[in-house]
């Protein structure tokens, strides 16, 4: 099985306590996914397996036009995999170390056709949700350095609330990349899988981070959702306040801070800087 820290298409790792990965019988597959999905797409749904024993799993489930690729192993996600998503996501500890014991890992990757992104993760999710078992402790997603336990964040009426917001804190990775003690630079992970540019600000201590994730969120849905063109040396305003902020190129640690399809640094400015 490939991993890579540049992966353009969605992908989810589903993690298990148990050393095998023990999915749900095949009928019952069908029929969580059949009550999800579209109802013209239920007739649609196919299963198929290409192996299917103690040592690997592989298949793929389509409908429609979604194609979503299965393969698991008995095995943990590499130590690195666990460094860059577990490690960096914004959960406690104690949930950090539960994820982290996982014992075997069932991937999907999406390869279909559908043209919202939205709904390619929404496929990822519904089918993560037919499989889903009592052994099932959380969701990786690899894309955006990031993870989250099982939760309820896998019942179809969560996913179907996802179509009206974007759920941040599962989606998109909000990584620390420190200078020192009190600088560092903060980086979104996972836009490119909205076809957005990542965001980044440099903190220098006393700031509030609350805030700029806040601004990293609607930057996000304004370019999203607007199909807005930002390059560097624009320039907007934050509601309610005199604050004005400006993007900018990467000028430094590219290797810490740009995204697959790149990243906008964002700074704060004086009025007479713009």
Do not use: C
Request: proline share 7%.
């Amino acid at each position: 099985m490939q991993y890579s820290t540049q992966i353009l298409q969605p992908v989810l790792h589903l993690i298990f306590s148990q050393p095998q990965v023990a999915l749900p019988q095949e009928e019952s597959i069908l029929s969580r996914l059949q009550e999800m999905v579209h109802p013209s797409e239920k007739s649609s749904i196919q299963i198929s397996w290409t192996a299917q024993n103690a040592q690997s799993l592989l298949g793929q489930i389509q409908w429609g036009q979604h194609h979503v690729q299965i393969s698991a192993l008995p095995s943990p996600l590499p130590p690195a995999i666990m460094d860059r998503t577990i490690h960096t996501s914004r959960w406690q500890p104690q949930v950090k170390m539960t994820l982290r014991q996982h014992q075997s890992h069932l991937s999907l990757v999406y390869l279909g056709q559908h043209h919202d992104p939205v709904e390619k993760m929404i496929a990822l999710y519904q089918v993560a949700s037919s499989l889903n078992s009592e052994n099932l402790l959380g969701v990786v997603n690899e894309p955006a350095w990031t993870a989250h336990p099982a939760a309820d964040f896998l019942t179809p009426g969560a996913i179907t609330q996802y179509r009206q917001e974007i759920p941040f804190t599962l989606w998109i990775g909000y990584v620390r990349f420190f200078i020192d003690e009190t600088q560092y630079w903060l980086v979104t992970r996972g836009h490119h899988i909205f076809d957005v540019p990542d965001l980044a600000y440099f903190f220098q201590g006393g700031e509030n981070e609350d805030e700029i994730l806040q601004q990293f969120m609607n930057i996000f849905y304004y370019i999203y959702e607007q199909d807005a063109d930002v390059v560097p040396g624009d320039t907007f305003a934050i509601s309610g306040s005199d604050t004005k902020m400006q993007f900018s190129e990467v000028t430094e640690f590219p290797e810490l801070l740009l995204g697959p399809i790149g990243t906008l640094v964002i700074k704060k400015i004086n009025a007479e800087e713009d």
